[in-house]
């Protein structure tokens, strides 16, 4: 069972370049969404999608953008790294809010 | 705004000693109540979780924790701690608040665990 998927594991940007975050599940999960750990932070939730084609900001929305074409896939787009978006990033999914949610292994993203 | 606290940043504890780790929680509703833990460059693996019914519940590797709405808690324990079991903490709260608020987890800052031999 592969679970939560996050590609790639580890990446470095420079200022102002752009980059996709990929995060596949083959659990069939509606709902999924991105979060940021910084430390000292916990994880604070990014966007969030309740299924195909229904996206919603979460906490920390600002500079991300995301899309659900499919139910496996929910990439999240970096528009214009800044150094303050240097941190690591989790995919989770669930079947609904009451289910647990699975997370990825996370994208460790440095901005320089 | 629903919000989690753990006010305690890092605990030290001894193998074999037990452990409670506190979680403080405000939510207009009935919150859905979860604990997951994470180990070094890994991702969450949920512990245990929190819908209704029964205050206390149990979880995996031994954890329990319990529900104590007139505190808005959902401490964590585990009566015998194991070096296996030193990693970082999350408490998170949730539930179908309605509207935009559906589907969101709010995480606690974390409680990272070191365990002494």
């Known amino acids: 069972n592969a679970g939560v998927t996050q590609t790639p594991k580890f990446q470095v940007l420079k200022t102002g370049q752009s980059m996709t975050l990929q995060c596949a599940q083959d659990?069939?999960?509606?709902?999924m969404s991105w979060y940021r750990q910084d430390p000292g932070m916990g994880l604070r939730l990014i966007h969030y999608?309740?299924?195909?084609?229904?996206?919603d900001q979460g906490e920390v929305p600002n500079g991300y953008n995301v899309s659900r074409s499919t139910t496996e896939d929910f990439p999240l787009r970096l528009l214009s790294a800044a150094p303050s978006q240097t941190s690591v990033y989790f995919c989770?999914?669930?079947?609904?809010?009451?289910?647990?949610?699975?997370f990825g292994d996370g994208t460790r993203l440095s901005i320089l | 705004a629903q919000s989690v606290t753990q006010p305690d940043i890092h605990i030290t504890v001894s193998e074999g000693a037990s452990l409670e780790l506190r979680c403080n929680y405000s939510?207009?509703?009935?919150?859905?109540l979860f604990w997951y833990v994470q180990s070094p460059g890994q991702g969450l693996q949920l512990l245990l979780k929190?819908?209704?019914?029964?205050?206390l519940v149990q979880g995996i590797k031994g954890f329990e924790a319990e529900f104590k709405r007139s505190q808005s808690s959902f401490n964590l324990r585990k009566p015998s701690v194991h070096w296996s079991d030193a990693a970082e903490y999350f408490c998170?709260?949730?539930?179908?608040?309605?509207?935009?608020?559906?589907?969101?987890?709010?995480f606690g800052q974390g409680t990272i665990l070191t365990v002494h031999p």
């Open positions: 989770a999914s669930s079947y609904a809010l009451n289910q647990p949610q699975h």
């Open positions: 659990m069939n999960h509606e709902y």
């Open positions: 999608s309740v299924g195909a084609g229904i996206t």
């Open positions: 939510y207009g509703a009935t919150p859905y």
């Open positions: 929190y819908f209704s019914g029964d205050t």
């Open positions: 998170a709260v949730g539930g179908k608040a309605g509207g935009t608020s559906y589907g969101k987890l709010t």
